[in-house]
């Protein structure tokens, strides 16, 4: 069956395997999330600070349901990672927020981390790409896996990389199964670099090296283009990174206006110029 990859779980290992014990949480078991002052090592590098993060949250559960007794060390990991997020997130999320924001949640394996950063980021500041593989209550009185995928910001606060942003967006199982070329990076590449910005004059064959997926194609422009996707754990491809190749023969990135592309299908001008900036 061809989209039998849209219903499969990820086979991946937990890359939040640092070993936080119960000794570790039981310094912290007494105090008010507003209290903990965490050591500086927790935050050496960007990628440090979130497997730390991850791996801190990795045994907690604030589920209504689900499991046999206490889970992992329930909620004591939350005030600790509460105190991964930079002061003007804090400022944006209050505690309670925080911790409604861990509702059925019974378990978290970070599966997937890539460094997405831009060039032209602000110094001191970083974007990651991530997917978790959470354990939740199901309808019929179980736990099930779910999957999420989305984005999260870094920035260097007196010396120390903490959060500065979470974006999560859910995986449904059932949707790229059954519809649309949205979920499929050759199909998106052809319909909307193709058909809506009339961009395509030749598509080379997908380069794939894990869950990373590399399309190249050349323009009618006669430039060379590269669009990256990462494949998700239901089989969606996610657009991360646009590049055209420059005089120098370097992929250089770039943000090509869609919208633009779209306005242009549904009104159609003799001159269909390609909308990107750099």
Known sequence: MNNELYFRPSPLSALNNRNFDYEFFDKYSNEDYNKIVLPDWLFKSPEDTIINYFSILREAANISQGGCGTIGFAQMSYPIAYNFLTSVYQNRLDYNSYLNSFKDIGHIN??????????????????????????????????????????????????????????LRGEDFLCAA??????????????????????????????????????????????????????????????????????????????????????????????????FMF
């Open 178 to 275: 059954y519809h649309g070329w949205k979920h499929n990076a050759e199909l998106y590449v052809d319909t909307v670099y193709g058909d809506w910005c009339k961009l395509l004059k030749k598509r080379y064959p997908t380069e794939q090296n894990g869950y990373i997926k590399n399309i190249y194609v050349v323009g009618k422009d006669g430039h060379d283009y590269k669009f990256q996707f990462f494949q998700l754990t239901n089989g969606t491809d996610i657009e991360i990174h646009q590049f055209t190749k420059d005089v120098n023969n370097k992929w250089t990135p770039i943000k090509i206006d869609v919208n633009k592309c779209i306005e242009r299908w549904r009104f159609p001008h003799p001159y269909f110029p390609i909308y």
């Open 110 to 167: 970070l599966i997937k981390l890539n460094n997405i950063t831009d060039e032209n980021a602000p110094k001191g500041t970083y974007e990651y790409f991530i997917e978790i593989e959470a354990i939740e209550p199901s309808f019929n009185g179980n736990t099930s896996f779910a999957y999420y995928y989305g984005f999260i910001d870094i920035k260097n606060e007196n010396g120390k990389y903490k959060i500065s942003k979470i974006d």
